[in-house]
């Protein structure tokens, strides 16, 4: 395990429990205490937890740890993942995402597939989203048309929301909505932790014709605080392939198509 993470890993360990003990940590990471608390100094630095003699707390800590520090899960599955998806867009198409780690793999593997980077009479793709991060990632694009929504931004998932956002996206429609979740069920449906993310992701599925959920295994059969939509309004779930047989088998039974990478 990398430094990288290690940070990860302890980012949770404080998100989950409120706390961590440097042995506690130590034994979880295979590392020594010193290494462990070298790596909460360094968070700590960052103002992302509250050191203390043994450990350290959650402090301003968010359920939903920053982006950047949930990048290193699962990331085989989701460039995986993003490659399926990227198959779905043709040119000329319009596309929304949300934030997410997912998500933004999937807006860079359409963007750097060659077909959209010819610089025609016309933009390949108009892509509108939320989310600064993949904003600024497809400005140098000059074969995408870029729509940015307004709004206020949270530094846990990179995403605008409230009024400003939802106005904008209520003037568009979109042929593709690609999801990134925090939990999605086939019974209950697609979720966010946040309520103001899960607003705006309604609001950007409401507005496409086909609405695919892109996230890895480890999501699947859960929920989270706030619903963003019932499993009704999934067309298509892109998922890897350590998911589990019966979980996959409901959502189709639920009129979703599950593809497996």
């Known amino acids: 395990m990398d430094r ?28 020594s205490p010193a ?6 100094d360094h968070l700590a630095g960052r103002q992302l937890l509250t050191r203390t ?20 899960q699962h990331t085989v599955e989701k460039r995986r993942i993003a490659e399926a998806a990227a198959r779905l867009v043709d040119r000329g198409m319009v596309i929304g995402f949300n934030g997410g780690t997912t998500t933004t793999e999937v807006s860079r593997a359409i963007a750097t597939r060659p077909e959209f980077n010819d610089r025609g009479s016309s ?14 990632e497809l400005t140098v694009r000059q074969s995408i048309r870029l729509v940015s929504t307004g709004g206020v931004a949270r530094p846990q998932s990179f995403e605008l929301t409230g009024h ?10 979109l ?11 086939p019974l209950r449906g697609a979720y966010a932790h946040h309520e103001a993310e899960a607003a705006i992701v ?15 295994s480890s999501k699947l059969g859960g929920y ?3 619903r963003i939509c019932p499993t009704l309004d999934i067309d298509l779930l892109i998922t890897d392939s350590a998911a589990e047989p019966d979980l996959v088998s409901a959502f189709e039974l639920e009129g979703v198509r599950v593809t497996l990478v």
């Open 224 to 226: 989270a605080f706030a």
């Open 123 to 136: 933009p390949a793709l108009t892509v509108v989203t939320n989310a600064v991060n993949i904003a600024y």
């Open 53 to 72: 003699r043994g450990g350290a707390l959650a402090g301003n800590v968010a359920y939903d740890l920053p982006g950047r520090h949930r990048a290193a």
């Open 202 to 216: 309604k609001l950007l599925a409401h507005r496409a014709k086909k609405v695919v959920v892109v996230t890895d």
């Open 164 to 173: 400003l956002a939802g106005m904008v996206l209520e003037e568009v429609s």
């Open 4 to 31: 990288h993470e290690r940070l990860n890993t302890l980012l949770e360990m404080i998100g989950q429990q409120g706390r961590v003990e440097v042995d506690q940590a130590a034994e979880k990471l295979s590392v």
């Open 35 to 40: 290494t462990v608390r070298r790596d909460l």
């Open 175 to 185: 042929d593709l909505a690609f999801l990134g979740v925090d939990a999605v069920d």
